[in-house]
């Protein structure tokens, strides 16, 4: 089967860093997505990772090794306002979109 | 702005009262998707359109049928729900279904089944 593993939920400190892996086993490959979701609102799109590497985009990163089968989305310089739930998604072969549950993260002052 | 619109935001609905769940793009893309999200899951594909080619998942409740009248409008309508049929439902729009196709999303609807 297919599965995308997250932690269930993670803590953090204004103004920290903060890591969020995603381990997944698909059918075939063709790119991650991260995205963001706020409690009661719809999904917005973070990041794409098809090669290796580290894309960064702001305060937002994303790093992809698909030998591995695993990525990570890091935040720096939190803010309250990044309080919210992380999903990672993965195009398979038949480019069908599987979803992670999501890594709610919660931000303390 | 271009955009993904939902109607309504909140939808409450009685046990087996069908109900029609409205989504529309300004976006012009080829492909919609409905989704079902339950509290803390990740979002369930229900069906997608790829222009009028209707693609259902196969582990999608007969319950739920959708219309795709034109490019702009698509609707999700529930026949009989059911209690375990309230959710938040998403619809998603993207350009194509390509590796890179960022898939775009609406607000939502969150329905209540009495």
């Known amino acids: 089967g297919q599965n995308i593993d997250q932690p269930t939920e993670m803590t953090a400190t204004e103004g920290a860093i903060v890591q969020i892996n995603c381990t997944y086993q698909t059918s075939g490959f063709n790119g991650l997505f991260w995205y963001q979701q706020h409690a009661g609102e719809a999904p917005t799109f973070l990041s794409y990772n098809v090669l290796d590497g580290l894309e960064e985009k702001g305060r937002f990163s994303s790093f992809l090794s698909r030998s591995k089968g695993y990525s990570y989305l890091l935040l720096k310089e939190l803010q309250m306002k990044d309080s919210a739930s992380y999903l990672c998604a993965v195009k398979d072969s038949n480019y069908q979109l599987i979803w992670g549950a999501g890594t709610k993260l919660i931000i303390k002052p | 702005d271009a955009m993904v619109i939902q109607n309504p935001r909140y939808q409450v609905t009685q046990f087996g009262k069908p109900v029609t769940l409205s989504c529309s793009q300004t976006?012009?893309?080829?492909?919609m998707y409905w989704y079902q999200q339950k509290s803390s899951q990740a979002p369930k594909l229900l069906f997608h359109?790829?222009?009028?080619?209707?693609?259902n998942e196969a582990d999608t409740p007969d319950n739920f049928q959708s219309r795709r009248p034109n490019t702009s409008f698509c609707f999700l309508d529930i026949r009989s729900p059911g209690l375990g049929d309230a959710a938040m439902y998403l619809c998603?729009?993207?350009?194509?279904?390509?590796?890179?196709?960022?898939?775009?999303f609406g607000p939502g609807t969150r329905l209540l089944v009495l």
């Open positions: 998603a729009t993207s350009r194509d279904t390509g590796g890179s196709e960022t898939q775009y």
């Open positions: 976006l012009n893309h080829n492909v």
């Open positions: 359109y790829y222009d009028k080619d209707f693609n």
